[in-house]
């Protein structure tokens, strides 16, 4: 079983930047598809980037251009670089692994802009 661990969210201006650190359990980034969701209140959870196996990334349109997704090998860390936010970024924010049917899902961590 994976086990992730999200760090890094917190209060932040509009305009301002955020780095989200995702921690895996043992080595995952050759079998896994990993991604970063996020649930604002009342809203579905939805995709904000991925970065597949093969290391082949995508994002939503909402955040192209402003947030980057990578990861560290070596420290099993999928990290998630936010520049720019806006309000409307406001969420939890939750990694996530999935290979075939198992998806694992961290804690998550609360990111809020102000305006």
């Known amino acids: 079983q994976v086990q992730l661990v999200e760090s890094g969210g917190g209060l932040v201006q509009a305009g301002g930047s955020l780095r989200l650190s995702c921690a895996a359990s043992?080595?995952?980034?050759?079998?896994?598809?990993l991604g970063w969701f996020r649930q604002a209140p009342g809203e579905q959870r939805e995709l904000v980037a991925g970065?597949?196996?093969?290391?082949?990334?995508n994002y939503a349109d909402s955040v192209k251009g402003r947030f980057t997704i990578s990861r560290d090998g070596a420290k099993n860390t999928v990290l998630l670089q936010m520049n720019s936010l806006k309000p409307e970024d406001t969420a939890v924010y939750y990694c996530?692994?999935?290979?075939?049917?198992?998806?694992?899902w961290g804690q998550g961590t609360q990111v809020t802009v102000s305006s």
């Open positions: 043992g080595s995952i980034f050759s079998l896994y598809n």
């Open positions: 996530s692994a999935k290979q075939a049917l198992n998806t694992y």
């Open positions: 970065i597949s196996r093969g290391g082949i990334t």
